[in-house]
């Protein structure tokens, strides 16, 4: 049976989550290897999500270092299951989002598939998201076609949620094309100002949020954003919401306490994707949960209390490990381009048209 392998670095820039699927008639995960971050990289990488001096040759440099972190990763992950290159039909590489414009028609994602294969032997399939920003499309989320084909067989409206960097959903409703979109901000300004204030990467289980209490004027204002207001197709990223977009807001109101700050930032998390599912599948009976933000038992009991008729779970309820669902997504997108599948989804993005999404980098 074909196996792929799908390599995942979200917003969060904690690492890359590499996993091994068997592709058949249905999608199962075979093994999964983490790599994590070096915070030098991790820095660089930052950096280059907004403007500053020699870009070009910058990323040139940063995503040599990432395909590298990669390539180890893969050669690690085959050695644990005494694999050679040559079982695996393809590696599906996402890269590096760096710039998210789809209004201007770019997206970009470093990640240097031709040096990946060359340092694998094992195709590559990448650019996930330009031809559907070419079509007209917003070029994200990409993971609804996925979340279709593996939560799709189940009867009642559902939707699978995750949450990484941004949080997206999807929503799969009986008899309908599947729909999905960006709800905003998931762990990304949570980290943020936790490191600023405590020097942690992330807010762990949400304790420190769960300490804190809901600032209604800071609240308020946050969720003034454009961005809230408009409907589907729609995505987003670091250019919009990020650490300074945070304090330009918190500059003109009066001081609040680190801790509420962060509850404040975890009630925006969830009220943003509790308001866009009431108001895309108002009876939704299952929310599915995956991503990091699955892990946080904070923002796991408020989405629940927000849905009191919507039964709110991980993914792992399911079978499905809440942590791998993104990379083996990107796994299953480099199978649908080698058998010309379209996998984007006009409902989702906008785009003028179902497209392959992909380019190949043969071995």
Same mark, same amino acid.
């Given at each position: 049976?074909?196996?792929?392998?799908?390599?995942?670095?979200?917003?969060?820039?904690?690492?890359?989550?590499?996993?091994?699927?068997?592709?058949?008639?249905?999608?199962?995960?075979?093994?999964?290897?983490?790599?994590?971050?070096?915070?030098?990289?991790?820095?660089?990488?930052?950096?280059?999500?907004?403007?500053?001096?020699?870009?070009?040759?910058?990323?040139?440099?940063?995503?040599?270092?990432?395909?590298?972190?990669?390539?180890?990763?893969?050669? !690690?992950?085959?050695?644990?299951?005494?694999? $050679?290159?040559?079982?695996?039909?393809?590696?599906?590489?996402?890269?590096?989002?760096?710039?998210?414009?789809?209004?201007?028609?770019?997206?970009?994602?470093?990640?240097?598939?031709?040096?990946?294969?060359?340092?694998?032997?094992?195709?590559?399939?990448?650019?996930?998201?330009?031809?559907?920003?070419?079509?007209?499309?917003?070029?994200?989320?990409?993971?609804?076609?996925?979340?279709?084909?593996?939560?799709?067989?189940?009867?009642?409206?559902?939707?699978?949620?995750?949450?990484?960097?941004?949080?997206?959903?999807?929503?799969?409703?009986?008899?309908?094309?599947?729909?999905?979109?960006?709800?905003?901000?998931?762990?990304?300004?949570?980290?943020?100002?936790?490191?600023?204030?405590?020097?942690?990467?992330?807010?762990?289980?949400?304790?420190?949020?769960?300490?804190? $209490?809901?600032?209604?004027?800071?609240?308020?204002?946050?969720?003034?954003?454009?961005?809230?207001?408009?409907?589907?197709? $729609?995505? !987003?990223?670091?250019?919009?919401?990020?650490?300074?977009?945070?304090?330009?807001?918190?500059?003109?109101?009066?001081?609040?306490?680190?801790?509420?700050?962060?509850?404040?930032?975890?009630?925006? !998390?969830?009220?943003?994707?509790?308001?866009?599912?009431?108001?895309?599948?108002?009876?939704?009976?299952?929310?599915?949960?995956?991503?990091?933000?699955?892990?946080? !038992?904070?923002?796991?009991?408020?989405?629940?209390?927000?849905?009191? @008729?919507?039964?709110? @779970?991980?993914?792992? $309820?399911?079978?499905?490990?809440?942590?791998?669902?993104?990379?083996?997504?990107?796994?299953?997108?480099?199978?649908?381009?080698?058998?010309?599948?379209?996998?984007?989804?006009? @409902?989702?993005?906008?785009?003028?048209?179902?497209?392959?999404?992909?380019?190949?980098?043969?071995?």
């Amino acid at each position: 049976m074909p196996l792929y392998i799908g390599v995942m670095s979200g917003t969060s820039l904690d690492g890359l989550d590499i996993a091994l699927i068997e592709q058949d008639s249905a999608i199962n995960l075979i093994a999964t290897h983490y790599t994590p971050m070096p915070d030098t990289l991790r820095a660089e990488l930052l950096s280059l999500c907004a403007s500053g001096p020699d870009e070009i040759a910058r990323s040139a440099i940063a995503q040599q270092h990432w395909v590298r972190l990669a390539a180890q990763g893969i050669h !690690t992950l085959l050695a644990q299951q005494n694999l $050679k290159p040559q079982a695996i039909r393809a590696i599906g590489s996402h890269g590096q989002t760096i710039r998210h414009e789809p209004s201007l028609g770019f997206t970009v994602q470093i990640g240097n598939p031709a040096l990946l294969t060359e340092l694998t032997g094992i195709t590559v399939v990448s650019d996930f998201r330009s031809r559907d920003v070419a079509a007209g499309g917003q070029g994200a989320p990409l993971v609804p076609a996925f979340h279709e084909a593996l939560f799709g067989e189940r009867t009642g409206n559902r939707a699978v949620l995750n949450v990484g960097g941004f949080s997206n959903l999807s929503l799969i409703e009986t008899g309908k094309p599947v729909a999905g979109f960006d709800c905003g901000p998931g762990n990304v300004l949570l980290d943020a100002w936790i490191h600023l204030q405590r020097g942690e990467n992330f807010d762990r289980d949400g304790q420190w949020a769960g300490s804190g $209490k809901v600032e209604p004027h800071l609240l308020n204002t946050l969720l003034g954003d454009p961005f809230f207001l408009t409907k589907g197709p $729609k995505s !987003t990223g670091r250019e919009v919401f990020n650490l300074q977009w945070l304090q330009q807001h918190l500059g003109q109101l009066p001081a609040f306490q680190p801790q509420d700050i962060q509850a404040t930032l975890l009630e925006l !998390t969830a009220r943003t994707i509790v308001e866009s599912l009431q108001m895309a599948q108002p009876h939704t009976e299952t929310l599915l949960v995956c991503g990091g933000g699955a892990h946080n !038992t904070t923002l796991m009991n408020r989405l629940a209390a927000l849905l009191p @008729s919507t039964q709110v @779970s991980s993914t792992a $309820k399911y079978g499905v490990d809440p942590d791998w669902v993104e990379a083996m997504a990107f796994a299953w997108l480099a199978h649908c381009c080698l058998e010309g599948i379209a996998t984007n989804r006009p @409902s989702v993005t906008g785009a003028r048209g179902l497209r392959i999404l992909g380019a190949i980098y043969p071995a």
